[in-house]
């Protein structure tokens, strides 16, 4: 299902979904598909979010397009090795 017609059948709610498609853009995926799996109330949504499985997802209706915001481990490091390191 698109995330459009979840929108319409879920207005101004938050929503768990299982994630069936998506596409990459820069730091950004873009959900495609969805299958929704029930309305939450808002007081259940936080608690939702921190325990669903991977694939799945808490999101609020109210948002046009369904976007997840790729994050880069910021505490990995990759240590440099230079010239003096080597001897």
């Known amino acids: 299902m698109k995330w459009q017609e979840v929108r319409t059948l879920f207005p101004d709610q938050f929503v ?3 994630i069936l498609g998506y596409h ?3 730091e950004k ?3 495609d598909e969805v299958a929704p799996i029930r309305a939450l109330s808002d007081s259940e949504a936080n608690k939702e ?3 669903t499985e991977p694939g799945k ?10 976007i997840i ?9 990759v240590r440099r090795q230079n ?5």
Do not use: A, C, W
């Open 57 to 66: 997802f808490v999101y609020h209706t109210t948002h046009p397009e369904f």
């Open 83 to 87: 010239h003096e390191d080597q001897l």
């Open 49 to 51: 979010f921190f325990r």
């Open 24 to 26: 990459e853009e820069g």
């Open 69 to 77: 915001r790729i994050r880069r481990d910021p505490l990995m490091r």
């Open 16 to 18: 768990l979904v299982s």
């Open 29 to 31: 995926k873009i959900v």
